[in-house]
């Protein structure tokens, strides 16, 4: 039995993407990924794109689940219902030069 795996039913309620002031190159991407059902969904994968100061993608990497859900979450389970899961991931753009992102959810 998994859990449904529907994109409509998770949302992105707040992200950001900073330079590291420690660590020249990396980014800290950091975001809230709710689940807006009355029951489990599936962990959504995560695709973040950076973009040029034209909004032309530079670079694109997805994330799976095991990828961002922290050591408590349990992916097997899925995302609780009405719950949310906070994202922290670091990103190494050293070989990059990028003015804005976008990030979507998506089932594979």
């Known amino acids: ?5 529907d994109a409509e039913l998770a949302a992105i309620e707040a ?6 002031a420690a660590h020249r190159g990396l980014l800290i991407l950091t975001a809230t990924v709710r689940n ?7 962990f959504p994968h995560l695709e973040l794109t950076l973009t040029d100061a034209q909004d032309q993608p530079v670079v694109r990497r997805a994330f ?6 922290g050591g408590t979450a349990d992916i097997g389970r899925g995302l609780p219902a009405n719950g ?12 990059t030069s990028q003015a804005g992102y976008r990030l979507y959810l998506f089932y594979p």
């Open 36 to 42: 807006r059902a009355n029951f489990a969904i599936a």
């Open 64 to 69: 799976a689940p095991a990828d961002y859900a």
């Open 84 to 95: 949310e899961v906070a994202i922290k991931l670091f990103i190494d753009a050293s070989a």
């Open 1 to 5: 039995d998994t859990a449904p795996t």
């Open 15 to 20: 992200s950001d993407l900073q330079a590291d």
